[in-house]
């Protein structure tokens, strides 16, 4: 039976942390998977439960953390070379960039015979500087020829790492998407709903809007709060706004709402309906997407969403920014209305054509569920990766 190392940056809320535990659990028996990750960021919600719900035990590494630290990243690469000797796998998969650095050099002066690595977005735009975004290009190139092969989870980043960033030759990567378990998203719709509305005293008649994600500078939630700010005097509906998660930028952010005149408040309160609710991060995210009326996201890069995938299966309308692989995610007009990076007036205007029109709401909720079912399951996951494993170790 061939042996998979698995190595992802932390278990934090996202797509790489299902990938992986739905890769380690469900690629058995045909392999024997052994996963292990990194120190959580404290500004971010601990999604362990994601992998121990399945059965899984991660080994966690406490030195692989988000930042970047000379003397904790040697400990950690040690500390993987240690775990590479003791396991002996065949393959050494690293997910998302930390990882990624670590264990594949870990791997390669290993000689494993098979290193993947899968991007879950990259820090080429937006991010750092120019000087910077350079530099991890170039630490980039490197790995990618210590690599066997590099999975994409989209096209469009599959383009941009072969043709924009020049990462690798378009022949070294697989298109690979995100997979998950959206069952969930469909059972009970009608008590969830029930049950979020009343826990935030929404009325029937009142348009919920959420956003979902880290709250830190790439998701661009100033963009979003500036929306709100620019339809408020627009619209005759009544409007409750939902910020879902937590990160570094939350006081910024609320210090910004503040700014624009927004109520704002971080509790469940019976008496006062202000216009924000920070909800900080919600496990049951299927509740939260049952219970609004819009999903909203705003971020100056993705790779692929899980929000928007979730919102989808939750058959709900999504307002976006057009960045990273989101055309592969959602159907342009068919399920999302897309505005361009950062363009708050194009963003303003789709966000309020949703509000005030029901019968858009409808029409984009209509084919949501039937575009991410079979897209975006985790058996179409496991399946092309299994089938990718193979052929590699074949080679």
Known sequence: M???????????????TYNAAYL????????????????????EGNSEFIVRDLGLEPIIIPEMRRALNPIMDYKAYKKIKNIIKEFNPDIVHTHASKAGALGRIAAHNLK??????????????????????????????????KSSTIIAISEIQKFDLAHKYNICPEDKIEVIPLGFDLTRFQENTN?????????????????????????????????????IKNIFPRTSKSLRIFIVGDGESRQSIQEKATELKLSVTD???????????????????????????????????????????????????????????????????????????????????????????DILRAKLSVNSWNHVREKFHYTRLVNDTRNLYFKLLKQ
């Open 2 to 16: 061939p042996k998979v190392l698995r190595i992802i940056n932390r278990f934090n809320l996202g797509g790489p």
């Open 24 to 43: 380690t659990k469900y690629l058995a028996p045909e392999f024997e998977t052994l996963l292990i990750g990194g120190a959580i960021d404290e500004t």
């Open 112 to 145: 494993v015979p098979v290193i993947i690595h899968t991007f879950h977005g990259h820090v080429f735009d937006a991010y750092f500087s120019k000087t910077s975004s350079t530099f991890y290009k170039n630490i980039e190139r490197y790995l990618a020829k």
């Open 191 to 227: 008590e969830k709903r029930d049950k979020f509305r009343r826990e935030y005293n929404i009325s029937d008649d009142e348009i919920a809007i959420a956003i979902i994600g880290r709250l830190v500078p790439i998701k661009n939630h100033e963009l979003f709060l500036n929306a």
């Open 267 to 357: 509790k469940i309160v019976e008496s006062t309906k202000n216009l924000i609710t920070f909800t900080s991060w919600i496990k049951e995210v299927d509740i939260v997407i049952a219970g609004v009326d819009i999903i909203a996201l705003t971020s100056l890069n993705e790779g692929t969403p899980v929000s928007l995938i979730e919102a989808q299966a939750g058959s709900r309308p999504i307002v976006s920014t057009n960045v990273g692989g989101i055309e592969n995610v959602v159907i342009p007009g068919e399920t999302a209305l897309l505005s361009d990076n950062n363009d708050l007036s194009g963003f303003s205007e789709n966000l309020l054509s949703l509000i005030n029109n």
